[in-house]
C-alpha cells in the first residue's frame, strides 16, 4: 500500500510538472471564448493585439474563424439595424450567424486594427458604398458583393483551375427579389442586369485542392434560374496541409470543419449544386479607390496607416 501511494504521489507531481512547463500561449487554446462571448471591450482588445503583431489576412481569417467554431446557427441574424424600414435585425451579430455573415464578420475582424473600425469595415462589406439599406445590401454573393468587394477580394477561381472552369450567365433581378419578400416600395432599385461568373466544376473541384489556400472564401453554385450562390464557406489547412470546409451549416445548426472530400463527396450526390468559386482576401488591401471612399478606415491623411 505504501509503495501504491509513493507511485501515485509521484505520478501527481510528474503531471503538475508538466502543465507548468506548457506554453502559456498553448494553455490558453483550451479556454478560449468563442467571439460571441466576448465582451466589446474583450473584442476590441483582441482586434487590437492580432492588428499589431505578424499575421497575415489570410491567417487572420484562419484565426477569426476558428474562434466561431460551436457559434449557432440562425438563418435570420442580422438586418439594416434597430431604425431600419424593412429588416430591423442588428447590423452585427456574433452570437448567432448563417454562412454569410460568417465570411462578412470573419473578413470585417481581419482587415481592422480596432473594434470601431471593424464596424464600419463590415458595413462596407455588406452595404454598396458602405450605405446601410435594403436597396444597397450586397444581396447577391457573385453578382453584388463580389462586385462590391474587389478593394478587399478577388476572384481566383480562373487562376487555380485554369482550363477545368467553366462560365455560368444568369439574369439577376433585385426587383424581383424584394417582390418575393413581399416589398413593393424598396427605392432605388439596381435595373435588371445580365452577370457571368466562372466556377469548377464539381467534378474538378478535387484536382484543385492544393492550389487552394487557407483563408480562402467560397461561394457554392447552384442550379437554379435567376440566382447563382447557394452557400458561402471558407477554406481551412491544418500544420499538415490538410484541407477542411470551415463554415456555418443550416442543417447541423452549428459552425464546424467538414473535411474538403467528404464535403465534395456529399454534395457530388445532389445535382442541384454546379460547383464553386472561390475568393481570396488581398493583403494590400485598396482602401483608398479613385472614388475616394476609404471603405470605413479613417485617415488623418491621404495615406492608409
Given at each position: 500500500m505504501k509503495s501504491q501511494r509513493t507511485a501515485h504521489f509521484l505520478g501527481s507531481i510528474m503531471v503538475v510538472a508538466i502543465l507548468c512547463l506548457l506554453p502559456l500561449g498553448l494553455m490558453g487554446q483550451q479556454v478560449e471564448k468563442r467571439l460571441g462571448e466576448l465582451s466589446v471591450v474583450e473584442l476590441d482588445q483582441l482586434i487590437r493585439q492580432i492588428s499589431a503583431g505578424p499575421m497575415s489576412n489570410a491567417e487572420k481569417i484562419d484565426y477569426y474563424s476558428s474562434r466561431f467554431l460551436g457559434t449557432r446557427y440562425e438563418l435570420v441574424c442580422q438586418g439594416d439595424g434597430p431604425y431600419a424600414r424593412y429588416e430591423t435585425g442588428p447590423l452585427m451579430n456574433f452570437q448567432q450567424i448563417n454562412c454569410m455573415t460568417y465570411c462578412e464578420q470573419v473578413?470585417?475582424?481581419?482587415?481592422?486594427?480596432?473594434?470601431?473600425?471593424?464596424?464600419?469595415?463590415?458595413?462596407?462589406?455588406?452595404?454598396?458604398?458602405?450605405?446601410?439599406?435594403?436597396?444597397?445590401?450586397?444581396?447577391?454573393?457573385?453578382?453584388?458583393?463580389?462586385?462590391?468587394?474587389?478593394?478587399?477580394?478577388?476572384?481566383?477561381?480562373?487562376?487555380?483551375?485554369?482550363?477545368?472552369?467553366?462560365?455560368?450567365?444568369?439574369?439577376?433581378?433585385?426587383?424581383?427579389?424584394?417582390?418575393?419578400?413581399?416589398?413593393?416600395?424598396?427605392?432605388?432599385?439596381?435595373?435588371?442586369?445580365?452577370?457571368?461568373?466562372?466556377?469548377?466544376?464539381?467534378?474538378?473541384?478535387?484536382?484543385?485542392?492544393?492550389?487552394?489556400?487557407?483563408?480562402?472564401?467560397?461561394?457554392?453554385?447552384?442550379?437554379?434560374?435567376?440566382?447563382?450562390?447557394?452557400?458561402?464557406?471558407m477554406i481551412y489547412k491544418n500544420k499538415k496541409g490538410q484541407a477542411y470546409f470551415r463554415h456555418a451549416s443550416m442543417s447541423a445548426k452549428t459552425t464546424l470543419d467538414v473535411p474538403y472530400e467528404e464535403y465534395i463527396s456529399g454534395l457530388s450526390k445532389k445535382p442541384k449544386y454546379l460547383g464553386m468559386s472561390f475568393m481570396r482576401v488581398r493583403e494590400t488591401v485598396r482602401w483608398i479607390g479613385p472614388e475616394k471612399l476609404t471603405h470605413g478606415k479613417a485617415f488623418l491623411n491621404d495615406e492608409p496607416m
Open positions: 473578413l470585417a475582424l481581419a482587415l481592422s486594427s480596432h473594434y470601431e473600425e471593424m464596424f464600419n469595415v463590415l458595413q462596407h462589406i455588406r452595404y454598396r458604398d458602405g450605405i446601410i439599406g435594403m436597396a444597397t445590401r450586397n444581396h447577391y454573393t457573385m453578382a453584388d458583393w463580389i462586385a462590391e468587394n474587389t478593394w478587399c477580394l478577388r476572384d481566383i477561381t480562373r487562376e487555380v483551375a485554369g482550363d477545368l472552369a467553366t462560365t455560368l450567365t444568369r439574369t439577376i433581378s433585385h426587383r424581383k427579389f424584394f417582390e418575393g419578400k413581399g416589398l413593393s416600395d424598396v427605392r432605388d432599385v439596381l435595373p435588371d442586369r445580365d452577370v457571368t461568373i466562372w466556377y469548377i466544376p464539381m467534378a474538378n473541384l478535387s484536382k484543385v485542392v492544393d492550389r487552394l489556400n487557407s483563408g480562402d472564401i467560397v461561394s457554392l453554385i447552384q442550379n437554379r434560374p435567376a440566382i447563382f450562390s447557394a452557400h458561402m464557406l
